[in-house]
C-alpha cells in the first residue's frame, strides 16, 4: 500500500486538538477548493448512503434529509435524494434498506406477560427510552396489550451529563415507587442509565458519582418493591466503568466485554441460583417466577435450580445500566465507588453472573456489549444475531457488492452523473458502525466506476484510544488515496450528528454542515 503525500482532515483534527476540541463534540470541518468553496455538499438528486448500524441515534438526521414536511428547522426543500440506509432505523422513513430486518423477535418477555393477562409498566428517562421499550420488546415500537411506559424527560441544561451525574435519577426512583405501591401493576421494568451514560465522558469523578446515585436509587427502588411483597430481580445490560482503563493506563470510555450482575430477591422463599448463565437466561427465569409458560423458541433457561413454591403475583426488573463484573482495581470504577446497596444486595441474596458480550448476544467474538443487544437479550431469551454479523459475513462471502439495494442507488448515481455520499461513524469498535463496511462500500463504489464519491466522517470517542478520531480518518484518506476513490469532505463530533432526544439544534449544525458546507474550512 503507498502511502498518501498528504492526509488534510486527518491534519484538521489534530488541529482541532490542539484547539481543546475532543472527537465527541469536535465542531464541524468542511474540506474547501482553492476558491474556498465547500466541497461535497449534499446536492439535489445525489444519492446518499448512511452506513451506521443500530439505527436509534440515526433517525433525526436521516429525517432531516429526506422528510418532504420536515418542520423542526430550516432545511432545503428540493433535495429529492436517493437515500439508503445499512440496516431499518425506522419503518417509516422514506429510504430504502439494504439489510432489512428478518422481522420482529416473536415470544419475547413483555409479549408473553401481556399474552399472560398481567399489566407491566417500563420506567426510565429519555436516554434509554428505546432500550426499555423497542429493543426489550423484540424490536417492536408499540407497547403490548396492558404495557405502559413512563419517561422521564432528559435534562436539557447541561451539555454533557458529567455537569450533572445524577442525571433525572430521583425523578425515576419516584416513579417506580408509584408503580410499586400500586396494585395495577403486576411487572414493573426499572432503567437507572447513569453509569452508561456519564460513564462515556472522561470524567473520573463524575463517574464515581453516578455509580454511588444509582446505588442509592436501587436501594430505595428495592425497598419500595420488598415492602409490597414483589420478587425482585437486578441484574444490567453490559459492562463500562468496571473496566475503565487500558493496561497502558489511558482511559477507556467505552463498553466492556464483562459479565454482568444477576441477584433474585423472593421474599418467603430460599431460592439458588446456576454459578453463572447469560443474559438469555433473564426471560426465562423472570416467567418462570410468574409461573408462566416458556416458549419454544427461547433457547435461554432459567437460572433457578428449583421452582418457587407457588408462582409470584408481582415482580420488578431493575436494570442497572452499564454496571459491569470485574476484579477490583484501580481501573474498577465500580468497585472504587460508595456502592453499600449492591454490595449487601450481593452478599445477603442469591447472585451470579451473566454473560452479556461476544457471541451470547450476537455479537462477534471479541465484540464489547452494548444498551440494543443487551435489552434485546434481556427481552428475547435467546440468542439474535446482530447485524453487523450479518453484514460481515456478506463481505464475506461477496453478496455485499450485489447488494440490490446499493447496486440500484449507484447505478442511479452513475446514470444521473451526480454524488454519492457516504456518511457515518468512523469506529472499528462502535456499535453504530465500523470501518470495514464504509472499506467496502468504497470498493464498491470502484466497481461500480463512480466518479463523485465523498464521506462524511462522524467522530465518537466511546471504546476508543484518546484522539483516535485523527488516525482514522487518516487511515480513510489513505484508504480513498491507494483505491482512487473517494474523498474525505467532512468531519463532525457524534454529539451534534447523533443526537436521539430531540436536540434539534445539534442537528441542524451537522444538517448545515453536509448541505451547505458550513464549518471550520480545510
Not at 446518499?48 to 429525517?63: A, D, M, P, S, W
Not at 468504497?442 to 463512480?450: F, G, S, Y
Request: include cysteine; hydrophobic fraction near 40%.
Amino acid at each position: 500500500m503507498s502511502r498518501i503525500p498528504f492526509c488534510p482532515m486527518s491534519q484538521a483534527i489534530c488541529e482541532a486538538y490542539k484547539r481543546g476540541e475532543d472527537d465527541e463534540t469536535m465542531d464541524p470541518l468542511v474540506r474547501v477548493g482553492a476558491s474556498g468553496e465547500a466541497v461535497g455538499r449534499i446536492c439535489p438528486r445525489d444519492g446518499v448512503i448512511f452506513y451506521n448500524l443500530r439505527g436509534e441515534r440515526e433517525i433525526e438526521l436521516t429525517r432531516a434529509l429526506v422528510e418532504k414536511d420536515f418542520k423542526e428547522f430550516p432545511v432545503r426543500g428540493d433535495l429529492q435524494l436517493t437515500f439508503a440506509t445499512m440496516v431499518e432505523y425506522d419503518s417509516r422513513l422514506p429510504v430504502s434498506v439494504a439489510f432489512p430486518p428478518e422481522g420482529e423477535v416473536k415470544d419475547t418477555l413483555c409479549e408473553v406477560i401481556s399474552r399472560g393477562g398481567l399489566r407491566q409498566i417500563k420506567i426510565t428517562e429519555a436516554e434509554k427510552a428505546v432500550h426499555v421499550g423497542y429493543f426489550l420488546n423484540g424490536k417492536q415500537l408499540e407497547p403490548f396489550p396492558g404495557e405502559e411506559r413512563l419517561i422521564v424527560p432528559t435534562r436539557k441544561d447541561v451539555a454533557l451529563f458529567d455537569e450533572a451525574p445524577r442525571m433525572s435519577i430521583d425523578r425515576i426512583v419516584w416513579g417506580a415507587l408509584e408503580a410499586i405501591g400500586n396494585p395495577r401493576y403486576d411487572f414493573i421494568v426499572v432503567n437507572l442509565p447513569n453509569v452508561d451514560v456519564v460513564g462515556h465522558i472522561e470524567n473520573e469523578r463524575a463517574v464515581m458519582e453516578a455509580v454511588s446515585a444509582v446505588d442509592e436509587a436501587a436501594g430505595k427502588v428495592v425497598k419500595g418493591a420488598l415492602e409490597q411483597g414483589l420478587a425482585v430481580v437486578v441484574t444490567a445490560d453490559h459492562g463500562t466503568v468496571e473496566k475503565w482503563l487500558y493496561p497502558d493506563g489511558k482511559i477507556d470510555t467505552g463498553h466492556t466485554t464483562s459479565p454482568v450482575p444477576f441477584i433474585l430477591i423472593l421474599p418467603g422463599e430460599k431460592v439458588a441460583l446456576k454459578p453463572e448463565g447469560s443474559l438469555t437466561d433473564v426471560a426465562p427465569t423472570i416467567l418462570s417466577l410468574f409461573g408462566l409458560k416458556i416458549p419454544s423458541s427461547m433457547t435461554g433457561t432459567s437460572l433457578l435450580l428449583h421452582s418457587p413454591s407457588a408462582p409470584v403475583k408481582r415482580a420488578l426488573l431493575l436494570i442497572l445500566d452499564g454496571w459491569g463484573v470485574a476484579p477490583p482495581g484501580a481501573g474498577n470504577l465500580i468497585a472504587r465507588a460508595y456502592t453499600p446497596v449492591m454490595d449487601g444486595l450481593k452478599k445477603n441474596y442469591p447472585y451470579t453472573t451473566l454473560f452479556a458480550a461476544e457471541e451470547s448476544v450476537g455479537l462477534p467474538a471479541g465484540t464489547v456489549g452494548n444498551s440494543e443487544a443487551g435489552h434485546l437479550h434481556i427481552g428475547a431469551g435467546r440468542v439474535i444475531q446482530s447485524d453487523r454479523v450479518k453484514i460481515d459475513r456478506a463481505i464475506q462471502d461477496g453478496s455485499f457488492f450485489t447488494n440490490p439495494v446499493f447496486r440500484e442507488l449507484m447505478a442511479k448515481v452513475r446514470k444521473g452523473d451526480q454524488a454519492l455520499h457516504l456518511m457515518g461513524i468512523v469506529s472499528f469498535f462502535s456499535s453504530h458502525g465500523s470501518l470495514e463496511h464504509l472499506y467496502a462500500l468504497l470498493e464498491m463504489a470502484k466497481r461500480e466506476d463512480l466518479k463523485k464519491v465523498y464521506i462524511h466522517a462522524m467522530l465518537g470517542r466511546r471504546g476508543e484510544r484518546p484522539e483516535s478520531g485523527a488516525r482514522y480518518v487518516g487511515e480513510i484518506e489513505e484508504k480513498c488515496y491507494n483505491l482512487q476513490v473517494g474523498e474525505v469532505v467532512s468531519v463532525i463530533g457524534r454529539y451534534w450528528a447523533m443526537d436521539r432526544e430531540e436536540n434539534w439544534d445539534r442537528i441542524e449544525k451537522a444538517y448545515r454542515l453536509l448541505v451547505f458546507g458550513e464549518g471550520r474550512p480545510v
